[in-house]
Each structure stands twice: as structure tokens, then as C-alpha cells.
């Protein structure tokens, strides 16, 4: 199966795509820049929207659902909001198709024009938004933690597969507060759920900061990001909370009493994670022999295959394999048992290999003389002959250890390719190496564009919780009080 | 709650839009058509989905996720799809905005006009099979078992909450099979998986049978059907399933290599449900005091509200409350404990009995000395004072109950309603009354039709094993050989 497939040293992207083609993850769609999520793809992302759902509705989120079309006046409401999406949306403006007067084939029907065109939803604040000018009015109606998981559009114009897509899926909380500190509090509260959710579900270390002004999210006073760091040293941004002020209450006018029975506007903070995720996922942690994929978000966690001879061998092999299989999943691991006859164990241990199954069991002829198996590691692709006995324990126990060292990988990777630089040469030195730069920098975006321009490197993001250090910037060498981080990025 | 509620028998499609609003469940939007899902409802719908998707799982069936966009080409392939669906296509035809000329609002920038205008999906068919063609090449691909979540579109003039909106989400699956044989199997065994789940999770009692051909799926050689029977008489058609043949292969030139070397055509499936199945839930099961919920889908299964006079009480009670909330939640019952102090304890009995909570527990400080708690059930509205020991059990057997109770209410009420008759004056005084009426009918599109206009009626189904029996058409006195089922339906 990795026959012929591109090593990640040899071309990053081309990598990328055939991983993405090769393990059934997904494919590009004949509809510009949208993309088909294969079921090998959608069962990893619907592990990671369970594991996620359960953690915001532990934190007393709700979910609920929004319509797909935004009426184009909603959007100019915002003039920051209009500004940053007006250019990459999909307009809906007929509701009719008809038999073309000439007979072939069928046309639009003008005469079914929309009054006002439609947008589909890019995002949600502005539908959102008008329908709590209904839900609120008094401090008794707050908070409002409510998510949805929904399809959205951008209409991009360089896509790739997950990464940055024309439709994609994600979730998007839309929170109401009473004041202005619930609101920045709970901004923040999602950046860390969502950072957790990173580190513990996808093995994925991850940076907790701020954005820039140039970057932060079209309407916000505030955005918060995590941010993942990929093997071909480039950074991703995997997920984002914005402190919204007061900003979509005034646009849509949403007022409450308050106890004491004045009228203020509505605090808000909005938040997603989407399919990119998948790229993250993907990117940070397989290898040139194919995915490789923390258990906790695996398909299947282990898979068996039996080694055998003639029917008689197998059946006393499947007997033993299913015993096994079910004494995993009464521990609650996902086990499949391969005992197709159209396929030779070695394709199958090539194909799950690819497929980053974080352990395979292979049992023979020998292994049942012996009372043995044989274990092998996704991650290291160690393998060993063990006893029979215990397994179920010994796997389970070996499933926990690979998310460890998956994520203790990365995190050495990260450590590995982060530089602290204190001027301009080491700097573009740095960044040309790859990794996070970790440098000074004198907080105009003045700087901010002319070292993108000059290093494609952007801020990735301002610490939390940054040590306050002063020094110079290193482009500008104007005061700063505070190192950033800078990488290319995705 | 109930105060100002309209009776069923008073008004019962005012009842039914008065129930969805004050139960929280779902309202319009300021989009025409398009419904926004409120937290409550939503949880249901979560309920349901869960049930149903695990359902499918354990079948063998597979999540995945297509585009929301369908190019339009793509839609003529089919020459009886297209015919059913062009009059209600939602149409994109630009991808950008822009600020008008004159600086007032935003505008559809004119340069950024699609070549081809994309569809929002009303049913996936196309888009999907035009990737199997990719997907499939020979038998060893064969089947395809793919189900997807996802929102589609519409365009309905006449729209109403849950039964018939312009956005509405559902699961559509999609299989492809080497065989006619195989095709049908499905189509039929999800019929038999959707009348599982609305009798063993809704309590909803179904018809299952095939269509007749004007009411038959735009593409599809046959289509089952569930259909329900509402409090009103109506009926309602609650998920259908279709046998496409080789249509959709034919029309995207998806063929495969059989084992014995022959180019075939593929077979196909598809079948699907939606958030109709929430119009269905509160229609067939709730009252004039607001909602009936059948304990496995509802959100919270058990609410428990102390009565108290101080904080001493309140103590007392909230302890013995948390010990009974989760003795509860160890048997995997949902509990909610409101001890808020903003709402007295008859506000909170209206509340959870408006919104079809199954069981409430109440439990106040006579309680407390007796060692006992005062059980309501929402079903048939009866309280009994009970002692604490055993509560867990009690209540576990008292869900089921109620489960089995609605249902066979549900049960009895179509029995009642369903008439057999066997000329055309009784026929159109059965159909007035309401209800199911089965009778002879010659099978023509003819006499169907003339039916419908004369009494509104539509065949509903032609029952699954229905006994044949020769007879006469209530209509037009030709020979019939077995009896079908008519109703007015939504």
C-alpha cells in the first residue's frame, strides 16, 4: 500500500494528498473546492465531534440549529462582519428551475428571482444574533450557551483537502452574557476546553494565545486561538474564540434588563472548530508509511488478523481471535477481526499499517501451539510475541501508551523547532529553518505586514500568560515588552 | 403554561403551532420557510438521531459526508428526477458580494457569476452517484452501504414547523449493490429498521407498504413508506425507502466487472428520514396540557423539584434529592434537580409537564419525615405518594411503562380510526370522519386521482403482505385484488 507513495521529506504537500487520497480519508469533488469526507474520514471526525460535544455539554452547552440562508442586508448589519466575508460568499438568488424554451435541458427560471438574496451562511453571529433579539429580555434569559453543528461556505479560491475548503464542517457556539467579564471569561474558558481537547483527544500540543488585530476574526474585540505546530515546520491554527463585545447586540439591537432594571446591550462570545481539525490531525502525527492516528480517535482501535493454512487452522484461530475480540470490548476497545479469505495477510497488515490502526494482532498456527500473539505498534511499529493471558489488560494499557507517545512526539518536535531570535538575520535564518520563531516585536501591524512581506511569517499568536520581558523588535528595533510567535502558516 | 392553550379539539393545527412554541421546541425565522430549532427541540432531534444512527451502524452502514452543492447538470442526468425536483431548487449563481457603486449597502458583485449555477441538494442521488462511478469497479467494491446526516433544501410555498419546511436536515442513505436482488433487500430491510425505531423508540404505531406510482419517488422503480396516523385523522408519511434500479447508474455510468467478468450496471438503494419525525412525535402523542414525550426520547426523563419553606429544608431535601438523582443516573436515567429559587414549585410542575418531562418526583418536608416522595407521571397524569426505598427501580419499571403505555394509546387510537369499506358513499362519510379507511381500489392513476379531488383522500400505502381478496373499487366497481389504505394526509 505505500508502494510508490511520496516520502515526506521528498515533497510535504504531495504527501499530504496522496495520505489523504490512499487512506479513504477524502476526496475533491467534481464542485469546485468542496470536498467528499470518506467513511474511513467522517468515522475519525464523528470520534472527534463526540468527544467534543460530550466536553461543551459537560460545561453546560446546548445545542440547536440555525438556517443555512442569511438574508444579505443581515450581513451588512456589522460593518466589520460585511467587510471580512462580503467576498467569498455564495448567493442564492432564484428558488426555480425550468425546461429551457428551446427544449434542452433546463434553465433558471427568472421569473423565480428572490427579492433579496440569500447568502449562505459563512458563519452564524448575524442569524444568530436576530433571533436572540427574541430570546432576551431580561437578565433572567442569561446566560445563553447554545452550539451548532452545521455545514458553512467560503468561497475560497486556493483549496485543499481539510485544510481550507469551499464547504466545510464545524461547530460554532454563539454565547449571550450579562456583562462584560462573563463574556471574556467564558471566550476563554472554550479556548482552554478547546486546547484540552487538542492535547488529550488528538495528541496534539498545542499554544493558548491572542491574535493580532490583522488577524483576529471580522467583528471581534477579541480573538483567542490555539495553534499546532506541523511536521514540515509550518503552523495551523486549529481552533478559535472571539470576545464579540457588544458589537452583534448593537447590530441587531438585543437589550436586557437588568436586575436593577436598566436596559444594556447583550455581551457575546462566539467560537469554532471545524474540518480543518482533520488536517491538523493528519499532518502532526503520520508518517511515510501512512497515517498514524492517536487511539482515542481511531476507528478501530485494534485489529486481528488471522494467519492460517487450510479451514481447520482458521476455525481454531477465529475461535480464539473472537474470544480475545470480545474480551477487548468489554473494555470498552473497538476491535475488528479480519478473516476475509480475498485478501492475503500481508495486504492486510499494509492496508490497517496505512490506515494508522494503532495495533495490529497477528495469530498463526505457532502462536496457538504456543498460546501466543504476535502485537505490533502503529506508532513505532515495534512488535513483540506475547502471552495470551491477560491481553485484554495488557492492550488496553498499551492503547493509553501510544496516545502518550504520540503526543509526547509532537511535543518534542514543537521543543525541537521553536527559536528564541533577537534580530532580524536570525530571524528570517529561523523562519526559513521553520518551527515557531519566538521573538520581539513592537505591536503595530505596520511591522506585522512588512515582516510578512519580507518572510511570509505572520504572528501566530501572543502567549496567555506570556513572560513580560523587555526588549526591542526585531525588524523595528522599537521597544517591546513582550516576545510573539511568528511561523509561516497554513 | 397551559393557561391561554389551545384544546386539540377546539383548533387542532392551532394546538399543534402553539405546542411548538411554548414548548421551547422550534419557531420560524425571518428566512421564509426555514425553521430555527430551539435547544429543547434540538435535544430531542439529538435523541432520535442517536438511536436511529446506531441502528443503521449495527447494520453496516457507514457515515459520510457529500457537498452541499449540486452542479446543475448534474440534476437533468435523471430524467424523472429532475421533473420532480426543478420546481423547488434553491439556486446559487455568484460567489461574491461587493459595496454598491454608490456606497449605499452591499450588492452581488455581477463579475462574479458562476459558469454553471450550482443547486443547494434537495436529495443527494446525483452528486452521490456521480462519485460512485469513481468508487466502484468491481463486484469486490460491491456493496456500498453509505448513510449521511446532512441539511437540504426545498423551496416550499406552504410551510409549517418540523412537517414541511424549505431547510431541513435528515439522514439520506445511499447503497449500491451487484444485484437486483440485493437492492430491494435493502430498500425493504430499512423500511422494516425505520418501523422499528418509530414503534420502540417514538411509541409511534406504523403502516408499512409501498407507494403508488404518482406518489412514488422522482427516480425510483418502488418506494416503501411508514405511515403514521395523527390525532387529528390525518395521516402522516414518516420515512420512505426506494428501490432505484439501475436509474442512477444508467444516468452517471456507474458499471462494474462481475466475478464472472461481465460489465454491469449497479443497483441501487436510497432511504431517508427527517426532522418531519419531530411533527410526527408531538403530534401523535400530546395533549391538551402540552407535550407527550415516550421516556427514551426524552431529554431529561426525570425531573425532581423539592418543596421547602426555609434553607433548612431546602438542605435536607436537596441532599436526599442528589442521593435519589443519582441512584437514578447509575441505571443510565436522565435527571434533572431544580432546586432554583427564582421559580416557585407550582411554576415548575406546569413547566415539566408542558414540556412532556415522563416523571416528576416531588419531594417536600411531610416527605422527608414519612421517608417518601410524591411521583407524577406525565402520561396519564397520575400522582402517587410512594416510600424512597426502591425508588431507583420503581422508576426504571415506571419509564418502561410508560413507553409501552403511549405506544399502545397510540395503538388503539389507529385501531379505532380505521375503517374498512367496501362502497364509495361510505368511503367518502369514513374518510370525513378521519382516520385510515381501507378499501378495494382498481390500481389506476385515474381513479386515484378522481378520489383525491372528490374527497381529498390519497393512497397512503398498499400494505406489506397485505391478504389478497378479490373485491370491487369503491370508485369505479372494477375488479380489485386487495384492499389499500386511504387517508388524508399532511
Known sequence: MAKGFTKREENYSEWYNELVAKADLAEHSDVRGCMIIKPYGYAIWEKMQAALDKMLKDTGHSNAYFPLF????????EAAHVKGFAKECAVVTHYRLKRA???????????AKLEEELIIRPTSETIIWNSYRKWIQSYRDLPILVNQWANVVRWEMRTRLFLRTTEFLWQEGHTAHATEVEAVEEAEKILHLYADFAENWMALPVLKGIKTESERFAGAIETYCIEGLMQDGKALQCGTSHFLGQNFAKAFDVKFATKEGREEYVWASSWGVSTRLMGALIMAHSDD???VLPPKLAPQQVVIVPIYKNEDQLNQISEKAIEIKKSLEAKGISVKYDDRDTHKPGWKFAEYEFKGVPVRLAIGPRDMENNTVEIARRDTL?????NQD???ERIEK???EIQQNIFQKALKYREDNTQHVDNFDDFKNAIEKGGFVVAHWDGTTKTEEKIKQETKATVRCILFNGNQEAGKCVYSGNPSSQRVVFAKAY
Open 70 to 77: 442569511i438574508p444579505k442586508s443581515y450581513l451588512s448589519k
Open 101 to 111: 424554451d428551446n427544449g434542452q435541458g433546463i434553465v433558471v427560471d427568472p421569473e
Open 289 to 291: 508509511n501512512g497515517l
Open 382 to 386: 515495534e512488535k513483540d510475541i506475547v
Open 390 to 392: 491477560g491481553i485484554a
Open 398 to 400: 498499551l492503547l493509553e
